[in-house]
């Protein structure tokens, strides 16, 4: 099975909706509040949160959950990699960039860390990455995404596939099962044992990545997508009425549209 971590965001998430909302107005999304919340996040907008009240500071955290990670539509990210440039830094650009086809983000090697928002590192044991702008907030030393097992010899269709796993988390994609279409009848009891017994994973490690599910607004996941890339294997022991999701190598029909509704192609003319 194959497993990897999305890293715990940054413990700020006020300053993470800041980054966000700095880099594109349109990931705070506050359709779903009502009138008196929209002038009550206006005016705080800019607050430090050490001053904020406890009634501004649960919008926040409300708002938190919603606010999308995206980048401007027509970025170039620049990619830096922890080790140099090599065979293997061009295997991983060539299966990122598939994303690329299909959205109007593009993904360009740098040797300079300073100008890279993608930072990528090959460290044992474990892959995650970033949410999207989250990696903005990231110490400009430290990684963004990591592959916890790229090695020469592992297949082709196993390494395009954490590749685009994890380049799809940042490009600000959250995980399939996560999705509010999704109801999922955990067995956690199962999950949790099972996580821990084989990965070390925490209690808290296994609810940020299988059971933490998201709102419909900061998604806008209409249907459940078996197929996606961002789907996580779950074998029907993990629930408790054997529903089950396969583990997938390439991008679905459904990630390509969806990819190009968040990043469409801007002509400017
Ligand atoms: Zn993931």
Request: a neutral charge; hydrophobic letters at 35%; proline letters at 4%.
């Amino acid at each position: 099975m194959k497993v990897e971590f999305t890293k715990e965001l940054t413990g700020d998430a006020f300053k993470d909706i800041r980054i966000a909302v700095n880099e594109r107005a349109d990931n705070l999304i506050v359709e779903s509040l009502n009138d008196d919340k929209k002038r009550l996040l206006e005016k705080i907008k800019t607050r430090p949160e050490q001053m904020l009240l406890f009634e501004e500071f649960r919008l926040l955290l409300e708002m938190a959950a919603q606010t999308k990670k995206l980048w401007k539509p027509n970025e170039t990210l620049k990619v830096y990699f922890f080790g140099g440039q090599d065979a293997r830094t061009q295997r991983v650009l060539k299966y990122a960039s598939i994303w690329s086809k299909h959205c109007s983000i593009k993904f360009e090697p740098t040797t300079k860390i300073e100008e890279a928002k993608i930072r990528v590192a090959f460290q044992a044991p474990s892959s995650w990455s970033y949410i999207g702008t989250d990696a903005l907030g990231v110490p400009r030393n430290e990684p963004t995404i990591n592959f916890g097992w790229l090695e020469d010899k592992l297949p082709e269709k196993d390494y395009k596939q954490v590749v685009l796993h994890e380049f799809g988390h940042a490009l600000g994609l959250i995980h399939e099962h996560q999705s509010p279409a999704v109801k999922v009848n955990w067995n956690k009891t199962f999950v949790y044992w099972y996580f821990w017994e084989h990965h070390k994973w925490t209690k808290g490690d296994v609810d940020r990545n299988l059971f933490q599910e998201f709102e419909t607004t900061s998604t806008q996941y209409s249907t459940l997508d078996k197929l996606s890339i961002m789907g996580y294997y779950i074998p029907p022991q993990f629930t408790n009425d054997g529903q089950e999701f396969p583990l997938n190598y390439d991008l679905s029909d459904m990630d390509k549209q969806y990819i190009g509704k968040l990043y469409p192609q801007i002509l400017h003319s």
